[in-house]
């Protein structure tokens, strides 16, 4: 492998060029993209496949075609520009006047619970910037790279100090018009469509089993990402959902969704606030975690 020195590492303006010419595979067309003459546009891609000694585009008279390196390497430099268009905000946005606050949750969670119960903390708490991470599931939560995660389970995680919110009870929901005529025993659940979340994949075989009732069809039934999709699938009308039941409170109250079953199974995991034992001390841990345990005794 070829060793490289800091003087034959790509300049960004040659990656900026390179990622403009192989967008519009026209160095002309880059050339007024960038502001810059096609000559220079040229020399720069040059000077890049030169450093890197590789060919990165076929040229004819008709027009530029990416190599199979350049297609590759194409992806890796939009990354890569993608990442210092980032950081540059952020140091942007923050200056030296905030400390940012790296935030991780369920998509579902993240719009049903954490967002609005965060309404007001930034003007409060304007020293503190938020970012969040949208994860499906707490196994791709890389730690490492967050200060506060919002977890489903059973609240024990290796060198994290946990805070336990609220446990989880699932409700069965639809669209009222689905319900021509209400449920009256167990078994006329399988009259209908019952609506799967990946994020328990053997929620409604338990929720049948805590009642002794043996469903053919437990596993049956379009399967969604989120709960979110998951609601939104039972307002359509497309069949009955098992919901916790704090995500679908807004839908029971404006009259979207009913409850259709008044069994409430409460699984035997619950939601968390998470972060690192080692940080405990932190000022924007301690400010978040305030305003986090404040707001769930006003509720």
Known sequence: MQK?????????????????????LSFTKAAQVMHMTQSAISKQVAHLEDSLNIQLFERSLQRLQLTPTGKLFLKETQIILNQIEISVLNVLAHRNEADTLNLAAHPTLCSRWLIPILKGFSDTNPQIHLEFQEQISSSDIDISQIDIAFLYGNGVWRDMTS?????????????????????????DFQNYVLIQSRARPRAWDEFFQAQDFSHEKTFIGPRFDTFS????????????????????????????????????????????????TSMSQTPKITTMTQWIKNRLESD
């Open 229 to 276: 999709a998951c609601v939104n699938s039972a307002v359509l009308g497309s069949g009955i959902a098992l919901i916790p039941k704090f995500f679908v409170k807004k839908e029971l109250e404006n009259g979207e969704l009913v409850q259709v079953w008044p069994y409430e199974m409460q699984t035997n995991r619950s939601y968390y606030m998470v972060y690192p």
């Open 163 to 187: 805070i336990k919110l609220f446990e989880e009870i699932c409700i069965a929901v639809s669209a009222p018009d689905l319900m021509s005529t209400p449920l009256n025993k167990i078994e």
């Open 4 to 24: 490289m020195t800091s003087r034959t590492y790509p300049s960004t303006m040659s990656l900026r060029c390179f990622e403009a010419s192989a967008r519009y």
